[in-house]
């Protein structure tokens, strides 16, 4: 699976956009970008995933580049419950056993 | 529905002595995993299960052993704990049947434990 590199830490004021990103220059063309938040205590909670076109659900929305190299995750309006570590992970899409690999993450902070 | 259920919440061993991590899934799951969280850390995966009767082993399996004898089930054995495993362990689901395609995983809130 490619490796990312996440920022170890990133702040937001609540209210605004928090706009987390995530490189993966080693990406291949079958492999998916999925994020998870871990929030303090509590198991990994899934966010979202995409290949290649933009992605929105109600949590987030996913910004792939075109040349897929790199990808931002964006909570429009960010909340206090928001504060969370973020995890992006690439890996390919298959059926069965998704054995994800979670790096250290950003330790994402919003502020009042 | 419950989810993912893990018991108990928190532990303390003495080194040497065993103890089961329980975890069970009420959304009839095919696969199940066990990760470990060392403090600051992201997680690593111990063991996962495809579906009753069969296990294999993830990236840090040493010193662990699963067994997966019913679909909801999947414990894990620590035969003699030692401080280095001292961590958060996590247990999550993922995948029916019919959805197992990309079936993102289900979390249970951990057992904390402390081996002195």
């Known amino acids: 699976d490619a490796k990312t590199t996440q920022p170890t830490s990133m702040d937001c004021a609540e209210g605004r956009a928090a706009n987390l990103p995530c490189n993966h220059s080693t990406i291949s063309g079958n492999e998916y970008v999925y994020w998870y938040r871990q929030i303090h205590s509590q198991g990994p909670q899934y966010i979202i995933h995409?290949?290649?076109n933009n992605e929105t659900n109600e949590m987030a929305s996913l910004i792939i580049t075109e040349d897929r190299k790199s990808s931002t995750l964006i909570l429009p309006h960010a909340t206090l419950r928001d504060t969370a570590v973020y995890y992006c992970i690439v890996r390919p899409l298959i059926q069965g056993a998704q054995k994800l690999v979670f790096g250290q993450g950003t330790r994402l902070t919003i502020n009042p | 529905n419950a989810g993912v259920t893990q018991t108990p919440k928190f532990r303390i061993l003495k080194i040497g002595q065993s103890m089961t991590l329980q975890c069970t899934q009420d959304?009839?799951?095919?696969?199940m995993y066990w990760y470990r969280q060392d403090p600051g850390m992201g997680l690593k995966l111990i063991y996962y299960?495809?579906?009753?009767?069969?296990?294999d082993k993830g990236e840090v399996p040493n010193g662990y052993n699963v067994s997966r004898s019913t679909t909801e089930d999947f414990p894990l054995r620590l035969e003699l704990a030692a401080p280095s495993q001292t961590s958060v362990y996590f247990c999550a689901s993922s995948g029916t049947a019919r959805s197992s395609y990309n079936s993102p995983l289900h979390f249970g809130n951990g057992t904390r434990l402390t081996v002195t």
């Open positions: 299960s495809v579906g009753a009767g069969i296990t």
């Open positions: 959304m009839n799951h095919n696969y």
């Open positions: 995409g290949l290649k």
